[in-house]
Each structure stands twice: as C-alpha cells, then as structure tokens.
C-alpha cells in the first residue's frame, strides 16, 4: 500500500488492534475519520483514553469498573453469602437481566484450557481462595458454560469450595423455553432427562 | 477436496470472528485438521452443542489448503462424559494430539481407534495413569518414534527383570549406570511396558519418568501446559 504519511500509517496500523479488523477495514475506518468525522475521532480518543485511565478490575469479583470495588461488590443491600462464578463480564450482565439473583459474583475470564495456556493463575483462582478464607460464602453457584473445558473449570473450583465446607451448586442443564425436542441436541437432551423435577 | 461425513474428534476449538469457531479435529482417515465452523456459536439447530470435545462426530468439510470449512456434523453415538480428574487427562491426550501431529493428510485410523479407547477407558475412571501411559506409547509408535524396549542397544542382550536401565531418546535402551541425570527403570517394568499389563506403583511411576523424558526430547524442550496444569492445580488444592 502507498504510504501517506507516518501518522495515517501509524492510526491504520491501531485500528488493526481491534477484533475483526483487517487492513482494508482499518483503512476505511482512518479515512472517514480524517475526512468526514473529525469531532467523532476527538470524542472517540477522549473517551478511549479516559476509559483506559479509570477502568480497571474490581478488587473482589474481578469485573471492569471505574472503583475499587464494582457497584455491586460495594452493595450493602446484596446477600453476601452467595457467589456466582461466571467466566465473562458479559455472563454477569445476562445473569442480572434475566434472574432475581441478589447475591455476589465472581468473574474467572475464561476457563481452564492447557492449549491455550490458561491455568488456575490466569483464572484468579488464588484470590477465589482468600475469598473462601474469608468465611463469608455460605454458597457458590457454578455458572461456568456447560462446555467440556467449563465442567473441569466448575469440578476444579468445587473440590477447593468442599475442602472449606461450602455448599456449592451448579447452574442446571435443560431445554431451552419454546424449544421442541426433536431438534433438541442429544447431549442436552440426556441431561435433561436425567435431571427431571416432579411436579 | 471435498468430505463426507468421515469419524472425527475435536481436539480443541476457540471463537473466531462473531460467531464463528476455529476447530482443531482429529479424523479416522485425514489425521489432524483445521476447520472453520461458519455460524456456529449460533446455530439454530444446536450444532454448537454438538461440536465438544470428546464427541464422536461424523464431520463433512470442503477446502484445499490448511484451512477448510465444516459443512455438516453430525453425532456418531453419545458423547464420552468425562468427569473430575478424568477430564484433565482428557485434556492431556487432546494437547499430545495438538503438538505432536502435523497438519497433513494421512490414514490415522489405528490411532483414531487407540484414542477412541482411551476416551472410553477414561469415562470409566479407573487406572488413568495406565491409560495414559499406553496412549503416550501408541502415538510414538505412530509417529515412527516407537521405542524399543526388550534389548540393551549396545550389546542386544535381552532386558533382565533384575537389572536396571535407562532410555537415552532417539537412540535406546542401556544399563544404567551411577551418577547419570536421565530416570532409570528396572527390567521388570519394561516388561510391564511391553505386556500392556501387571502395572502397579512402582513400575508406573518408573515409566511415567521415562515417557516424560522420551516426550520432552521430542517436542524440543516445550513443557506441556496440560503437566503444568496438573501440578499448578495439586498445589491449589493441597492449601
């Protein structure tokens, strides 16, 4: 590609940073910036910076937010005898849309996965102790993905829960609302099964 | 090239683009493939949950270089469910298959069996160590690594249950010796070795020192992370 000019060059070569975005994107998305959206590109680095300036990891429950401790670590009104482990922040905002759930959480940022190097460090696992430590937590509520990778996570994380004495739950397994059973997966289908309620 | 429905295990899979999936799988006829699953993470008719590990699958791609596209998967008979410990071994099997098969296409069928019983073995959960001890030794005699472990390579004299010895990588067996840093092991549990059965503490914990050795020499000093996993996740627990 013809340079013109470090600075464009360099704003391409950032925008490449992103998910998704290839060179021809990038370049795209320089030009209507320079060209027809100056004011967006100054809002967009204001905000940008300001973001990556303020924003950091809750101290317990290890969510992106801008105090120490998120809106709802900080909550004195929320049980503090219950944590929710999830594996993505995204996981705890579906949870707190879709649930009464009043209790606490605790985000791992993925699960265990030799492949991709993940181990217990990368998943906070060290700070999940202290807070078991603590006493606090009379219940943990498993909501790792029921993937294979997500059960050895939810497995892993029991045994150190049960070794404290704390009563620990997983999320269960069934068929979605409106779904129809012929079109059901097997697996889910079994462990639906298998996991009937009486009525 | 394009494949029907061939026997297929995923390895390893992680999200790619939207909703999309890059998938590692092992398959009975074509080895180690790199597929791409267009739209899956999405899929109305719960292909999402069918691409797991440890799933027998029968999967139809079409592609001409290293990456192809899924275009249909199917169950090939339920899925192995493997709980606790037995899903971290699994995991093991899964990352030797990643790191020690290249990306070509070959008949991998004995050992596409060889994998299939190990999972099957594993679901039941007992004597792990032994099932992974035997997959180590079935996947080096694929890759033409096979050792050879009944003779001393220097004098082909037979092994003695007595004696004890050391495996020196890509070159064989010799008697062990005082003072050497490589693991030694005794007559007795290579035989156990070569049998496929009699194991027991000592002989397993012998010959898991000399597969590790073998192991480690082949994949160039790269530590599995699978092995550190293990040890990383003992400490955790031992607190």
Redesign the interface.
């Known amino acids: 590609m013809a340079s013109l000019g470090p600075s464009i060059d360099q704003l391409i070569e950032a925008f490449r940073c992103l998910p998704g975005v290839g060179p021809k994107s990038a370049q795209r998305m320089t030009f209507h910036l320079l060209e027809r959206n100056r004011d967006g590109g100054d809002r967009l680095a204001q905000a940008l910076q300001q973001a990556l300036n303020k924003i950091q990891h809750c101290q317990r429950c290890r969510i992106l937010t801008e105090t120490e401790l998120c809106p709802r670590c900080s909550d004195p009104s929320r049980n503090a005898e219950q944590l929710c482990i999830v594996e993505l922040p995204s996981d705890v905002i579906a949870i707190e849309q879709a649930t009464h759930y009043k209790g606490l959480y605790f985000v791992l940022s993925g699960h265990l996965s030799p492949l991709d190097g993940i181990g217990p460090e990368a998943l906070g696992i060290p700070q999940l102790i202290d807070l078991f430590a603590e006493g606090k937590i009379k219940e943990i509520i498993l909501a790792t993905n029921p993937t294979v990778e997500g059960e050895a996570t939810a497995h892993y994380i029991s045994q150190l829960a049960q070794s404290k004495n704390i009563h620990t739950t997983r999320l269960a397994h069934g068929i979605p609302l409106g779904g129809e059973l012929e079109y059901v997966d097997s697996g889910t289908l079994s462990h639906a099964f298998s996991g009937r309620e009486s009525i | 090239m394009n494949i029907k429905l061939c026997p297929a295990f995923i390895?390893?899979q992680?999200p790619y683009?939207?909703n999309s999936l890059l998938l590692d799988i092992f398959s009975e006829q074509f080895g180690r493939i790199s597929l791409v699953a267009k739209g899956s993470k999405q899929n109305k008719?719960?292909q999402s949950?069918?691409l797991?590990?440890?799933?027998p699958l029968l999967l139809s791609w079409y592609g001409q270089k290293e990456l192809c596209t899924l275009t249909a998967c199917e169950?090939d008979g339920?899925?192995f469910i493997?709980?606790?410990e037995s899903?971290?071994c699994?995991?093991?099997l899964?990352?030797l298959l990643?790191r020690f098969l290249p990306i070509t296409e070959i008949d991998s069928s004995r050992l596409f069996n060889n994998y299939k019983q190990a999972l099957d073995a594993l679901q039941s959960a007992n004597h792990n160590e032994i099932i992974l001890r035997l997959f180590e030794k079935y996947l080096l005699n694929y890759l033409g690594y096979a050792l050879v472990l009944d003779h001393e390579v220097e004098t082909g004299q037979l092994i003695d249950d007595q004696q004890r010895y050391y495996y020196q990588p890509d070159s064989g067996l010799y008697r062990w010796r005082q003072g050497l840093s490589l693991p030694s092991i005794s007559g007795r549990s290579l035989q156990h070795l070569i049998d496929e059965q009699g194991f027991d503490k000592t002989s397993l914990n012998e010959i898991k020192h000399v597969m590790r050795t073998v192991i480690n020499f082949y994949l160039g000093g790269k530590e599995?992370?699978?092995r550190?996993?293990f040890g990383?996740?003992q400490q955790?627990?031992a607190?």
């Open positions: 390895l390893h992680r683009r939207e008719r719960g949950g069918l797991q590990l440890y799933q169950a339920p899925r493997l709980k606790a899903a971290l699994g995991l093991y899964n990352e990643v599995l992370q699978s550190q996993l990383q996740l955790y627990s607190k």
